[in-house]
Each structure stands twice: as C-alpha cells, then as structure tokens.
C-alpha cells in the first residue's frame, strides 16, 4: 500500500463524514485511512462503518492526549510507504492522489511535501474570508509558501505528508498544540531531508466557524510561534514580529484619533481598503470581501497579541514555556 492517511478526531463525527465522503470519491483509491479518536464524548464510528465497503478504514479509540500524539500513535499503526496527514475539518479535492503520484513519480528525491488550502463552495461566507485571511500575501506575509519550490519548505499538518523513513529518523509530532506540525518540519528539515511545496496539492479547510472560535486560534499561533523560536534558535523571521507591531501600532494610532485628530485613523482605513479590494478581486463578492477586513484585522491583533505575552514571558522574563502556558501541552 502506497499511503496511509492519518486523522486525529475529536468530538466531530459530522466532520469526519464530510471528510470520508470527498475521500470515497478519489480517482486514486491506493490509501488506507486511519483514524485516531482522541478520547472523544462523540464518537464516529458509526459513521465509519457506513463507508467500510468503499474505504479501507482503520479505526482507534484512545485517552484523550492531543492531536499530536494522536498522530504519532496513527504512524505506528499505518502500513503506507508514505504517511499523510489531513485535520478532520478538511474536504479532500478528487484528484488529489492523482496530482500526488505525478508529483512524486516526477521527484522521487522529496522526502517530504505538503501543499496549500483553498476554500470549498460549501463554505460559509465567513468560513471564506477567514481562508482569505489565512493564505493572503497581506496578512501573512507569504510565510505560507505561494510558489512552488523544493528545498525548506515547511507544511502543515491539516496537508502534510512524508515516508516512514522520516518518521523513523525524526520520530513524531510534540506535545504542544498548535504548533506541533511547525515543529515537526522545522526537525525535518534540520535532518537534511528534502521537502517541497506542492502548488496544485490543495485541500479545502474550513478552519474556525465564527470570530470568538477564529480569535482565539490565531492567540495560540502568535504564543507558540516563540515557543518555537525558543526550542529552535535561529528560525526566527521578522515576518513573526509584523502583527505585533501591527497591533501596537494600531492601539496607538487609535489613541491618537481620539486625543488628537481622526486624521490619524488614515493608515487603518488605508489598509482595510487594499484589503477589501484585494478580497473582492479574488472571491468575485462583496459581503465576503467586507469580512474579510474583518477577519484580517482578527487575524493579525489576535496573533499580534499572542506574540507580545509569549514574547514578555519567554524571552525577557526568560520562563519556562510549560510553565507560562501550561495549557498548551498535553503532557
């Protein structure tokens, strides 16, 4: 068997339908899929069986322990040449197999590979201006990767695959969460594998569902980020620091506007226009567009947020990381 593709779950089972229905119309069918129930209250199995004649599906149930050790506990299930790895809220393309045994077949040197996310027609309209946000060169600074290259790389987990060989050198996934996948490529690579992105390799993710749910993820990225940096000294980027300086900024300019003059509000009303011009030439819609400032403005003060505290905390108060955001490890 060529591919084994390795679900954590938790309390989705809808999701994970979702899921199993894009993966039963693949053009390519040489994957099983293994799904790790992470101590779930709601469980899927039921909705697995449904799909047992059409799916080579195996199923797990474990003490909850976190995504990341979910998936580590999925590797030393899995029987694939490569492992691969999806979240349980992703809609999988029906080429998607197809377009990986092409690329591969055509780099056999890739150790390890991943590709981008885009958004679904099902989406809501939220859920699409939330994926504006997170794959924007704007809002991101094209961290993500927008080009195709092979070299350093870095997926992420909810698109992200490698061989077992991999695993065997590196071992798996950490404890933290988020932030398990960032630290696993980030070892990867320090390994001397080669990794690639792969442009046409998309998967369609529907990420967070309101803004409460959306803020709060962002948070966590900006505070794991200099977790990261911590564990991993010399990946720093000053791409890392933007929304940070964004954040501040605003406060001040904000500050400004109601002391001084609402002249000062001009750089904010600047950017939320680029970005609502940008958004509209790219979803074709003007409600999502509108939203899409705000999921961007969401974006970059929650993870600038996150930044700022797990910045005072780890680096100038020099705490531990467990100890500063004990809930961030499953350990």
Known sequence: MKYSVIVPV???????????????????MDFELVIVEDGSTERCDDVLA???????????FKENSGPGDSRNFGMEKARGEY????????????DYF???DTFLDAHPEVDVFGGSDGQHQSFSKIQKAINYAMTSFITTGGIRGNKKHIGKFEPRSFNMGFTKEVYKKVGGFATVHPGEDPDLSIRIVKAGFTSSLVPD????HKRRIDWSKFA???????????ILIRWHPGTFKYVFALPSIFLWSSVGLILLAILVSWWFMVPLVVLAFVIWIDAWMKTKDLSISLLACAASFIQLWGYGWGFTRSFVALHILKRNERQAFPAFFFD
Do not use: H, M, T, W
Request: glycine share 2%; with cysteine; proline share 3%.
């Open 83 to 94: 492992l691969i790895f999806f979240d349980s809220d992703c809609l999988i393309p029906a």
């Open 10 to 28: 938790f309390d989705r089972p809808q999701e994970v339908e979702e899921l199993l229905n894009s993966l039963a119309a693949q053009v390519s």
């Open 201 to 204: 390799l998309y998967v369609y």
């Open 98 to 100: 197809q377009k990986l």
């Open 216 to 226: 709060k993820q962002v948070y966590k990225f900006g505070v794991v980020r200099n």
């Open 50 to 60: 449904s799909f047992s004649d059409i799916l080579q599906i195996r199923y797990f």
